[in-house]
């Protein structure tokens, strides 16, 4: 409808509020420096994001720094006290010294519309935005392949070690191997009781008793 009429959210918004052009939000008090992170938290009453369909748009003075056709699902936020407000990637370049972000949001309830206003002093000099909140995650995760790093590194030492365990358990075996021989070579020296060497030892008794065995058949004779 907005852009049927060629008005903004912010144009439909100060239309419905007529006088509260900053809802209830005091523009009176000390301003606030401006966010390092260059984004907008929005936190409902409830303790959580944005909580109804609708758009919003954000604003340094009378300049439109953000917008978002539906910014439920733009800026996803949290459920209610799940302490996870949405939040909003802006430009604060063109704050410099003093300047005020208003925040405009139409929420679609049925058939009623609510419109949310909220205004922010702030002080300082910004910058443009560098990075959206993935892109700060992102960020972080610069770190994880550090950890890799070290974890791959812990793994490449534990490969080190390994094959050396390995060759001395292959060295075990060897020696084992070795001396096993040993303990088998014994059984060939009980087995001429039954094998080939039997009949050999039997035939070195049989010629020394021949002799013996002739000499009593000679003297049975006479």
């Known amino acids: 409808m907005a852009k049927e009429k060629g008005m903004s959210v912010r144009d439909v918004v100060l239309e419905m509020v007529k006088d509260k052009k900053c809802g209830y939000t005091r523009t009176d008090v000390d301003p606030q420096p401006i966010p390092s992170d260059g984004n907008v938290k929005w936190r409902s009453n409830r303790d959580g994001g944005f909580g109804h369909t609708g758009p919003c748009e954000v604003y340094i003075d009378d300049k439109m720094v953000a917008h978002g056709d539906n910014c439920e699902e733009d800026f996803p936020g949290g459920g209610d006290e799940s302490n996870k407000p949405s939040i909003i990637p802006v430009d604060y ?130």
């Open 93 to 222: 370049s063109s704050c410099s010294g003093k300047c005020t972000l208003s925040l405009y949001w139409l929420a679609f309830q049925n058939e009623q519309w609510q419109a949310y206003v909220n205004c922010i002093p702030l002080q300082g000099s910004g910058s443009a935005t560098q990075a959206k909140p993935s892109a700060g995650g992102s960020a972080g995760g610069e770190q994880p392949p550090s950890t890799e790093g070290e974890a791959k590194g812990g793994s490449s030492n534990e490969e080190d070690k390994a094959p050396e365990a390995e060759t001395q358990s292959k060295d075990g075996s060897s020696s084992k191997g070795e001396n096993s021989p040993e303990p088998a070579s014994p059984p060939p020296a009980t087995a001429p009781s039954t094998g080939n060497g039997s009949p050999s030892s039997e035939t070195q008794e049989t010629k020394c008793k021949a002799p013996a065995r002739r000499l009593r058949l000679k003297v049975l004779a006479d």
